[in-house]
Structure formats: structure tokens, C-alpha cells
């Protein structure tokens, strides 16, 4: 029998084989093609935005590749269900985010993460896992919130266990997180040490990005990039979905119509609507946030509800104001603007057809303290939140809230609380009408949590226009600012709804976990 095809065969397949092999080699060499550089995830996962039935789900890879995700309802992934994300392009920084949608409730959702690169080998990154908890209608309610991420130059610190107290967050295994506000510092470089309270040394992790204040787009992600280094907020992140608004730090320091640069050395860049625009892309970029839509793509305030016993309504407090001024206008206009006509109408429509039994209102400032932003031309003091320094009747942007007092008690809207941060101390505040400048509101609670990992300040003093009584405040020792977290006083915020008693219980508590003031509020 002749055999010699065969034999052909063999010879020109080895030789294929051989040449084939070869050109793998020199291809890895050159740089071409490595079948080992695969996509890296070197940010964690996020969730974002519970809604019922719905979560958004975000990662960021390294390079042009495809999300990918798998979830199922027990960690072995058991019956996994895979959807194809979108995919991740330099326009967004490669960040990508999936609305994960058709989710039961009340159940444990395990998530498992991963991209393709764009090539012909599409190499896949190792996967990353995480979880989360979809509402539940028949369950009682946890949640955690603060605000003031990583400010005044108090980074990250390893020798310090880095964030601790969003592992501290993260241990009361909340149902989602609130994050009021000051995601980043743009304004605030992070030094590679500066000195605390007591002369000791703070050490912080340092990358090029976060050495100088934001002013090109790369710089502005750069600080998201940055906290995302942190082990304690990237596992916090895989386990508790979260609810972002925004206030000035994303872009810099107490800005509004009014901010100029043009005396802030710092800056080469003096356009601040410029630096709100790459500000923002970053925001949005790195935000597990779902979009709103084409006609407002990106509005930040929104509704959130979980079932019969909670709506949160996130305020914007910042891209609708008017400039910072005196804040002592007797008539409203669009100086005096704070939400703006368009979200004050919004929440009021919100609450008036909420059915349910708790409307929290997460607001990225505080109503009844006086904020001051530096003083005007005059040398009059220009205010940066809601209050004015005045005791007397609403000016200025206490019109636009008194506004809204008075028509929450029209409708006899109950339940409402208020949670913000922003101040960077604890504190509990009743609004009293009996008290108030104004007596057109129904009695409310506002709570404040903060700082995140940031300096520690106040307390700063209320404005009697609306009657706040300082029931609680814990804060630095007169005299003392910018404590650093070593001084233990960084506080996040923790709600309990329980759905048999219908009651509300707010506990403050400070980096350990350890309860500094409670309230429990009791539903009309």
C-alpha cells in the first residue's frame, strides 16, 4: 500500500505546526500579540441605583473590551444567567455600566464581572465577583449614608488600614448606601505627608493625578481612580449598592454662578463653567448612577423607592443655584434660585403622591446652618447653603424652602425626614415652628453625617429663620480644624425602618461603629 500522501501530510502539518509556533513567539516578543495581557479590573465593581427589579451594575477595565456579566442566586453560581454589557471606549475613561434588570425581590443576587478585549483573541480579564440584596417588599429596611470622601489632603493612608470606615459601613450589611455629596475633593491636592493633630504624621498613598487640583479631565477621573486604590471602599463597593448625588468638591470649592479663579493661583485653567463641564463627564463617568434621559442626561436628582415603607427623593443642590451672594433678597428670582423651579416642582409633585410611610429626603446641604463662602465687593458676608446669618423671615434662598414647608403642610404630607452631610461633624436637628422666624411648616428632623475620610470641622451656627434646635452635635474642641481621621471623629449615618412598629431609628456612629446619638421617630 502506498503511503507516501500520509506521509506528505504529517511532514506539512508539523512544518504548519513548527512555523506557526514561531510566529507566536516573535509576535509575543514584539509585542503584537501576548496571549497573557489580558484586560485588567483594577477598580472593583459598583452597584448603584436599587429600583425594584433593577440595579445598575458598573466596572472599568484597562483598554477598548466588552463587559460581560454573569449573576445567579447563590454564590456557586448555580443556573447562572450571563448578559452582555456594553462596551468600554476611552470616551468614558473605559468605564462601563449594565441596568441589570428583572431581579425577584428580597433575594441575593451574586454577580460575577469580566471584559473582552476588542482583538481577534478577545482575552478575557479575571472576573470580579460581588453581591448584593434586592428590596423587599415584606422586609424592614437599613441603610447607611455620610458624605466627604477623601478631603483636605487626607488620602488614603495604609498604615492607618487605609478608609476604615467604609468597612465599618459595610459590616451593618445595609441595603444600599447614600452618598450625600463631596464624592471627591478636586480642589485638594493629597500631599505624600502632612501633619495631624498632636504632631503626628499622615502618610497618604499618592498618584500624579491627585498631587495638584483638577483642571484636565484626566485629573478630574483621576480622583475617582484614586479612592477606588482603597480596599476597604472597593470591597464596600461589591456589597452595598449605592445612591450618589453631588455638591461642590467634585469641581472645586463652594462654586456657583459667582466662583471666580482669577485670584487662585493654582489654577492655570480660570474657566470654571469649563471645569463643571469635565467635572461632570467625570462624575457621570464613574457614578453607578442610571442615566435620567435624552431630554436631561445629566440630571442628577431622582426617586428611589422601596416598597410600602420608603421613598428617597435625591436633591441636587448645585447645578440649578443661583451665584453665592448675600442671600438677603425679600423677593424670590433666579438669584435666589437653590433647586430651581423644575426640582422644587418635581419633589413637591413626588411627595405630595408618595403612598409611602417614610419620604426621606437626601439633600447634599444642611437647611438651617450658616455656610459662609468668604465675604462680597462690600465685604458683606456671601453665604454658601441655604441660611443667610439673619434670624428673621426667609431672604433669599429661604424663600425657595419656605416655599416648600408651607406646601408640605398644605398637603399634610407626614413623615419626612431630611439627611445630608456636607459639615463635617454629626449632628441631629429638629425644625420647631414654635421657634421659627416663620411658622408656616409642619415639625421635621434633619440629620448630619460626615466626614467620609476627610477633615473634621465645626460646628457651625444656626439660623433661627426655621427654628432648628441642635438637639445633638458632636465636633472638634473649639478652636480645633481639620482634624485629621486619626482623631476618631468620622461619622456616617445609620437608618432602621421596621416594618412591624412603622418606626424610623436614626443612630449616628463614628469610625468604629460605636453609636453616638440615636432617634427614634414613631410614623403619623
Known amino acids: 500500500m502506498n503511503n507516501q500522501p500520509d506521509v506528505f501530510f504529517a511532514f506539512f502539518g508539523l512544518a504548519r ?59 456557586k453560581f448555580t443556573e447562572a444567567l450571563r448578559v452582555r454589557g456594553p462596551y468600554a471606549f476611552e470616551s468614558a475613561d473605559f468605564a462601563a ?40 417588599d415584606e422586609e424592614s429596611i437599613r441603610f447607611v449614608w455620610g458624605g466627604d470622601t477623601a478631603g483636605q489632603g487626607w488620602g488614603i493612608n495604609p498604615e492607618f488600614g487605609g478608609m476604615k470606615i467604609y468597612e465599618t459601613m459595610r459590616r451593618t450589611q445595609p441595603l444600599f448606601f447614600i452618598h450625600s455629596g463631596d464624592t471627591v475633593y478636586s480642589d485638594s491636592p493629597i500631599p505624600a505627608q502632612q501633619i495631624a493633630e498632636d504632631g503626628r504624621v499622615w502618610t497618604n498613598r499618592v498618584t500624579p493625578e491627585v498631587a495638584k487640583v483638577a483642571e484636565t479631565l484626566d485629573e478630574f477621573r483621576g480622583r475617582y481612580r484614586y479612592n477606588l486604590l482603597d480596599e476597604n471602599l472597593r470591597r464596600f463597593n461589591a456589597e452595598v449598592p449605592q445612591i450618589w448625588q453631588w455638591d461642590d468638591h467634585e469641581v472645586v470649592n463652594n462654586w456657583s454662578d459667582a ?34 434621559g435624552p431630554e436631561e442626561s445629566e440630571r442628577i436628582y431622582r426617586k428611589l423607592a422601596f416598597g410600602p415603607l420608603l421613598d428617597v427623593f435625591v436633591l ?54 450658616n455656610i459662609q463662602d468668604g465675604v462680597d465687593e462690600e465685604g458683606n458676608p456671601r453665604w454658601e447653603a441655604i441660611a443667610n446669618g439673619d434670624d428673621g423671615p426667609p431672604a433669599g434662598r429661604e424663600l425657595e424652602i419656605a416655599r416648600l414647608l408651607s406646601f408640605i ?30 411658622k408656616d411648616f409642619l415639625p421635621f428632623w434633619e440629620f448630619v453625617a460626615g466626614p467620609l475620610n476627610a477633615g473634621t470641622f465645626g460646628p457651625n451656627t444656626a439660623d433661627a429663620t426655621f427654628g432648628p434646635q441642635i438637639v445633638f452635635t458632636k465636633a472638634p474642641p473649639a478652636g480645633h480644624v481639620n482634624l485629621s481621621p486619626y ?21 449616628l456612629k463614628d469610625i468604629d461603629g460605636d453609636i453616638v446619638f440615636t432617634q427614634m421617630l414613631q410614623a403619623e
Not at 431581579?103 to 479575571?126: C, M, Q, Y
Open 17 to 75: 505546526l513548527l512555523r506557526c509556533s514561531v510566529l507566536a513567539i516573535v509576535l509575543s516578543i514584539t509585542g503584537n500579540v501576548n496571549a497573557s495581557d489580558k484586560p485588567l479590573i483594577e477598580q472593583g465593581i459598583q452597584f448603584g441605583d436599587p429600583s425594584p427589579g433593577r440595579m445598575i451594575v458598573w466596572s472599568r477595565t484597562d483598554r477598548p473590551a466588552r463587559m460581560m456579566i454573569d449573576y445567579a442566586f447563590d454564590e
Open 97 to 136: 455600566r449594565l441596568d441589570l434588570t428583572g431581579l425577584p425581590a428580597g433575594r441575593d443576587v451574586f454577580v460575577k464581572v469580566w471584559f473582552e478585549d476588542l482583538t481577534h483573541a478577545r482575552n478575557k480579564s479575571d472576573p470580579v465577583t460581588g453581591r448584593f440584596r434586592t428590596p423587599g
Open 259 to 292: 466662583k471666580t479663579l482669577d485670584d487662585d493661583v493654582r489654577y492655570s485653567v480660570k474657566h470654571v463653567p469649563l471645569l463643571i463641564a469635565r467635572a461632570t463627564q467625570a462624575f457621570f463617568d464613574y457614578a453607578p448612577l442610571r442615566p435620567h
Open 316 to 369: 441636587d443642590m448645585r447645578s440649578y443655584r443661583g451665584p453665592n451672594s448675600a442671600n438677603l433678597q425679600s423677593r424670590e428670582n433666579e438669584s435666589t434660585a437653590f433647586l430651581g423651579e423644575a426640582q422644587l416642582a418635581w419633589l413637591q409633585n413626588g411627595l405630595k403622591n408618595s403612598s409611602a410611610v417614610w419620604k426621606v429626603i437626601a439633600a447634599d446641604m444642611p437647611i438651617g446652618l
Open 409 to 438: 403642610k398644605r398637603e399634610r404630607i407626614a413623615n419626612i425626614v431630611w439627611l445630608t452631610a456636607d459639615v463635617h461633624y454629626a449632628a441631629a436637628h429638629f425644625y420647631d415652628p414654635k421657634r421659627a422666624s416663620t
Open 487 to 507: 482623631a476618631g471623629l468620622q461619622f456616617f449615618g445609620e437608618v432602621n425602618i421596621d416594618k412591624k412598629g412603622r418606626t424610623l431609628t436614626v443612630n
